[in-house]
């Protein structure tokens, strides 16, 4: 069993940042992509950021400039730096991670999410 747990969210006025961070624990053999994803409420689950093992990353046109994902591979962890927050981030973020399992099974595993709010 693989778990994803992320922290580092939280209530920000507009212009500010935040950092956060998704730790994965378990019978984890490598991880190949991780992710970031956001839902708002009334909308669809939409790719924020990811990155590759070999750390390629790709970004939402709509936070390009302000996000930055990074992932730690010894730990296990992403990291989503966010600045110049907007009220139109606000969601609940999810990670994700794509992990092949000591069993030599694959499987893309989500975390719980955490809420972001920005106030204007």
């Known amino acids: 069993q693989v778990q994803l747990v992320e922290s580092g969210g939280g209530l920000v006025q507009a212009g500010g940042s935040l950092r956060l961070s998704c730790a994965a624990s378990?019978?984890?053999?490598?991880?190949?992509?991780m992710g970031w994803y956001r839902q708002a409420p009334g909308k669809q689950r939409e790719l924020v950021a990811a990155?590759?093992?070999?750390?390629?990353?790709n970004y939402a046109d709509s936070v390009k400039g302000r996000f930055t994902i990074s992932r730690d591979n010894e730990k296990n962890t992403v990291y989503l730096q966010m600045n110049s927050l907007k009220p139109e981030d606000t969601a609940v973020y999810y990670c994700n991670a794509d992990v092949r399992r000591r069993d030599g099974s694959r499987y893309l595993y989500w975390g719980r999410g955490t809420q972001v709010t920005v106030s204007s």
């Open positions: 378990g019978s984890i053999f490598s991880i190949n992509s």
């Open positions: 990155i590759s093992s070999g750390g390629s990353t």
